[in-house]
């Protein structure tokens, strides 16, 4: 999906701006929430989006799998001149990041560690939950990146494995949702936290449901 600037994205012969198109990789639609922020914070860049709805999720997958599709899908963003490559999927950030920044020839940006450093700024009671894939939960990045910025941080993660499928499927709205999301919630709001890290792109589709399930007390935070 290529997502022209608002203005042109012909090169100007005059200019000195790099008018290739920044990349966005992700499993499935999620990081659109992503690109929307991009185009706001950069509205006169070029953005091409590659969303891979045939292998979505990921969460379920492997680490050596999802380091695989990730490359697939940054050559193939590489393959459409991206001058920089941003890696939306908090699932690949967590566990493909690494190889990518390493073998690419363009810079690359995870949403891991600005969703902590954000967290760890608006955290009042230094108690921040996580909910995200289960790989994305088990590969405990967010605990890392959360805790080199703040040791003092008590972090409570919840891996919420059936959400990205529902908001593929559009089940935004639906009360199916709204009760799976209330089972993984639970334990989060009795457990304290003022701030939670909404660790999946897709996530954010739910944003309001989420805010109304832990009440106005806690801050939501995701990557975008």
Do not use: F
């Not at 459409?80 to 950030?93: L, Y």
């Amino acid at each position: 999906m290529h997502l022209p600037s608002q203005s042109t994205a012909v090169a100007d012969k005059n200019s000195d701006r790099d008018v290739r198109p920044i990349g966005v990789l992700d499993s499935g639609i999620g990081g659109l929430t992503v690109v929307s922020a991009l185009r706001r914070a950069l509205p006169n860049e070029s953005i091409y989006y590659l969303g891979d709805t045939a292998r979505v999720p990921y969460g379920g997958k492997s680490p050596s799998t999802v380091q695989r599709y990730s490359h697939e899908i940054a050559s193939l963003l590489l393959r459409e001149n991206a001058k920089t490559i941003v890696v939306a999927c908090n699932t690949a950030s967590a566990l493909a990041l690494p190889t990518l920044e390493e073998d690419l020839p363009v810079t690359v940006t995870g949403v891991i560690s600005p969703g902590a450093k954000a967290a760890t700024a608006a955290t009042r009671n230094e108690h921040i939950g996580v909910i995200g894939t289960r790989a994305t939960i088990k590969s405990r990045a967010y605990e890392h990146a959360l805790r080199n910025l703040n040791s003092a941080v008590r972090v409570t993660a919840r891996a919420c494995p059936l959400l990205v499928p529902l908001i593929e499927e559009g089940w935004l709205r639906s009360d199916v949702t709204v009760k799976i999301l209330m089972q993984y919630l639970q334990p989060l709001r009795g457990d304290g936290i003022d701030t939670i890290v909404v660790g999946c792109t897709h996530h954010p589709l739910l944003r309001a449901a989420i805010q109304r399930l832990l009440g106005d007390s806690v801050t939501l935070v995701d990557s975008a």
